[in-house]
């Protein structure tokens, strides 16, 4: 399964953007479909950072406490996607945001990062102030 990710941008504090996750490769949907799908972010530096993630079926969401309220994520099953809608963007937010998905996932391990099989190849987010 690959994973593109694309949406990325430079935005003004205050603004919105809407990045794009979409799986590809064999098995891709039902593979894609049927594991958590995340969203984390990094900048250089630092450990890479949970930012939300969706359940398969019922589509339950966790969130990181930094975007609680400013970003939502959701999927759409049948376009083998998962998208992340940020809205009042802060300069903390740049960074380079990656999707992922992985298997074994539980509410517990969400936010790991090594627990997620799959990794799309980035799209960088600038917000300036």
């Known amino acids: 399964v690959q994973l593109q990710a694309s949406g990325g941008g430079l935005v003004q504090a205050g603004g919105s953007l809407r990045l794009s996750c979409v799986a590809s490769?064999?098995?891709?949907?039902?593979?894609?479909?049927?594991?958590?799908r995340g969203w984390f972010r990094q900048v250089p530096g630092k450990e890479r950072e949970f930012v939300a993630a969706i359940f398969r079926g019922g589509g339950f969401t966790y969130y990181a406490d930094s975007v609680k309220g400013r970003f939502t994520v959701s999927k759409d099953n049948a376009k083998n996607a998962l998208y992340l809608q940020m809205d009042n963007l802060k300069p903390e937010d740049t960074a380079v945001y990656y999707c992922?998905?992985?298997?074994?996932?539980?509410?517990?391990?969400?936010?790991?990062?090594?627990?997620?099989?799959?990794w799309g190849q980035g799209t960088q987010v600038t917000v300036s102030s």
């Open positions: 490769g064999a098995a891709s949907g039902r593979t894609f479909n049927n594991y958590v």
């Open positions: 992922a998905a992985g298997a074994r996932i539980i509410n517990s391990s969400v936010r790991t990062s090594s627990q997620y099989d799959y």
